[in-house]
């Protein structure tokens, strides 16, 4: 393959992962919002009860709730990998430096996996 078309395919790859991104933001977005809500629900059931309706009870339930948690770290981890690689990737595209571009898709992707499995299989076993 060429240096013009493996430049090509990344840059097919950087519009799949850009759909990705705009895909995980809302429903992260939303498990962010109730991670915090019932995290400070726990801390301070007085205030969150008063301003938000959610006391004590709520956030016991929704901050140790397996398939958000589960939910939290999957999108988590999957909108900042390919977030991180939509705002690299094409620069180092049209720098020519497509190989150190391969070079990073497998650094990073390794990483996540790395890092993804564990934190999946922690979940999953509560």
């Given at each position: 393959m060429s240096p013009d078309n493996a430049g090509k395919e990344l840059l097919k790859l950087v519009h799949v992962l850009?759909?990705?991104v705009a895909l995980t933001a809302p429903p992260l977005l939303i498990l962010t919002i109730?991670?915090?809500l019932s995290g400070y629900a726990l801390m301070a059931p007085q205030?969150?009860?008063?301003?938000f309706g959610v006391g004590y009870g709520e956030g016991v339930v929704v901050h140790s709730a397996p398939p958000i948690r589960f939910g939290f770290v999957?999108?988590?981890l999957l909108h900042g990998w390919a977030g991180t690689l939509v705002l690299i990737l094409?620069?180092?595209v049209r720098a020519g430096r497509v190989t150190s571009a391969y070079a990073l898709l497998i650094l990073l992707s390794a990483a996540v996996l790395y890092?993804?499995?564990p934190l999946l299989l922690v979940e999953l076993n509560r």
């Open positions: 850009r759909h990705v109730a991670m915090i205030i969150t009860g008063r301003f999957l999108l988590a094409p620069r180092l890092f993804l499995v």
